[in-house]
């Protein structure tokens, strides 16, 4: 099982573009996240998706929007970048419960 | 709001010691607690949960809660170099996770 995958591993922008970062799940997993870690501010939710077919937003939604293509596949997209969204971001899925998450390796995104 | 604090660190400990690692909660609803370690790098990776008060151990590492303090914490003992990492506590709510900023960890040969 390769667990969580994410792609890119790495990207860089110029401000305004588009983007989408790809996650996807082996585990059979309902429920599936993203987030963005930046220096001393922690895992901050983007959007989470408990099922397929169902997304809401987290903490910090603004600038991004998500698609649960199906159970296995959750993508992220910012549609016009901005340097404030230079960030790592993981995608993570969890069980029933929704909280032993699993993590996927993170992209680093650099917008210019 | 739910608010989860640690001390940022860095914590330092010499090898073979105790390395203990503490984190406090506002949300005195929340039932479910998590530590994730995590590797300059690298992706958080869940070590430990624990939802009932007391202890609860797993080889050299033992979590702590205590709901009426409101506060979590993690025990290494026979600390490795290996175990140098950022440790995330985070708290579980309606299939939701709210993480600390997390302590950096390192382990002095």
């Known amino acids: 099982n390769a667990g969580v995958t994410q792609t890119p591993k790495f990207q860089v922008l110029k401000t305004g573009q588009s983007m989408t970062l790809q996650c996807a799940q082996d585990?059979?997993?309902?429920?599936m996240y993203w987030y963005r870690q930046d220096p001393g501010m922690g895992l901050r939710l983007i959007y989470y998706?408990?099922?397929?077919?169902?997304?809401d937003k987290g903490e910090v939604p603004n600038g991004y929007n998500v698609s649960r293509l199906n159970k296995r596949e959750f993508s992220l997209r910012l549609e016009s970048a901005a340097p404030s969204q230079t960030s790592v971001y993981f995608c993570?899925?969890?069980?029933?419960?929704?909280?032993?998450?699993?993590f996927g390796p993170g992209t680093r995104l650099t917008v210019l | 709001q739910k608010e989860v604090e640690q001390n940022s660190g860095p914590l330092s400990v010499p090898e073979g010691a105790i390395a203990s690692l503490n984190c406090t909660y506002s949300?005195?609803?929340?039932?479910?607690f998590f530590w994730y370690r995590q590797y300059s790098g690298k992706s958080p990776e869940l070590i430990m949960f624990?939802?009932?008060?007391g202890d609860k151990e797993d080889g050299r590492f033992t979590a702590q809660l205590n709901k009426a303090s409101q506060y979590v914490s993690l025990l290494i003992r026979d600390s490795q170099p290996s175990d140098s990492a950022t440790y995330l506590c985070?708290?579980?709510?309606?299939?939701?996770?709210?993480f600390g900023s997390g302590t950096q960890l390192t382990v002095l040969p």
């Open positions: 998706s408990a099922s397929e077919g169902t997304t």
């Open positions: 585990m059979n997993h309902n429920s």
């Open positions: 993570a899925s969890s069980g029933p419960t929704g909280n032993e998450q699993f």
């Open positions: 985070a708290l579980g709510s309606a299939r939701q996770l709210t």
């Open positions: 949300d005195r609803g929340s039932q479910s």
């Open positions: 624990i939802y009932s008060n």
